[in-house]
Nanobody, 122 residues
Framework: QVQLVESGGGLVQAGDSLRLSCAASGRTFYALGWFRQAPGKEQEFVAHITWNGRNTYYADSVKGRFTISRDNAKNTAYLQMNSLKPEDTAVYYC?????????????????WGQGTHVTVSS
């Protein structure tokens, strides 16, 4: 079992930065992903990092602005978000899993956090 707790969300202005954290407990050597769900929209993939941190993947909408990383010694993953836009407003979820298939698919991730809110004002 893995428990995931996100933190670092908040209210910022367009152009600002935020760093989200995902603290994991239990078995932690899983791939990790970040997803988000904006009001009235379906949940969407944001970023993924392999268990060893060697490979990362991003949604086109965040590529060049967001960076996913992890520190396995601290059992924590991060999502550094720069140049935030109002359309980045959403609840951000951390997810973990073995992910043998597509990193973009929600059902590849077995464990989910409760989410942290990010609001970007214009």
């Amino acid at each position: 079992q893995v428990q995931l707790v996100e933190s670092g969300g908040g209210l910022v202005q367009a152009g600002d930065s935020l760093r989200l954290s995902c603290a994991a407990s239990g078995r932690t050597f899983y791939a990790l992903g970040w997803f988000r769900q904006a009001p009235g929209k379906e949940q969407e993939f944001v970023a993924h990092i392999t268990w060893n941190g060697r490979n990362t993947y991003y949604a086109d909408s965040v590529k060049g602005r967001f960076t996913i990383s992890r520190d396995n010694a601290k059992n924590t993953a991060y999502l550094q978000m720069n140049s935030l836009k109002p359309e980045d407003t959403a609840v951000y979820y951390c997810a973990a899993g073995i992910v043998r298939g597509s990193v973009y698919a929600r059902n590849e991730y077995s464990y989910w956090g409760q989410g942290t809110h990010v609001t970007v004002s214009s």
